[in-house]
């Protein structure tokens, strides 16, 4: 077992929590005895981690803290019931957190599924236009009819 999982209060006390998480994300296994985010992009995508699209990482991010159990919906690439609500979970930190945009948290469930919407995928959507959310994120000038018409 690894050092930084026996002693996470040592570790924090050393290193700051962002060196924590790439000391991890660089040490954990991905399933199909994958491990590192190096490896596992490689692996499961074909590209470097730098590279990976939001979506992409989120499935690399669902199957921890326990690979072996989770990684079954990323080797086959089709969520399992689970993992579509792991995967909805993370997207929505992820946009609570500000990471995300509400623009770009619908396009990732949109594609969530390895190209296909995420379970719910329509009701999330309409939910979220009748919410009438997405107003705040817009200007003025978006909504002016008389700009639109000019476009």
Do not use: C
């Amino acid at each position: 077992m690894p050092v930084f999982s026996q002693h996470p209060l040592i570790l924090e006390n050393i290193l700051e929590k962002d060196k924590i998480l790439e000391w991890y994300v660089n040490l954990a296994e991905f399933g199909d005895d994958v491990y590192g985010i190096t490896a596992a992009a490689k692996h499961y995508f074909g590209i470097r981690p730098e590279l990976l699209e939001a979506e992409q990482a989120i499935h690399l991010a669902l199957v921890l803290p326990n690979p072996h159990l989770w990684s079954a919906g990323l080797r086959k690439r089709d969520l399992t019931d689970f993992g579509h609500k792991r995967f909805k979970q993370i997207a929505g930190h992820l946009r609570q957190g500000g990471y995300l945009s509400d623009v770009q948290w619908l396009s990732v469930l949109a594609v969530g599924n390895f190209g296909h919407p995420v379970e719910n995928y329509e009701k999330i959507l309409a939910q979220f236009l009748l919410s009438g959310d997405y107003l705040d994120e817009m200007d003025e000038e978006d909504l002016n009819p008389e700009a639109i018409e000019q476009q």
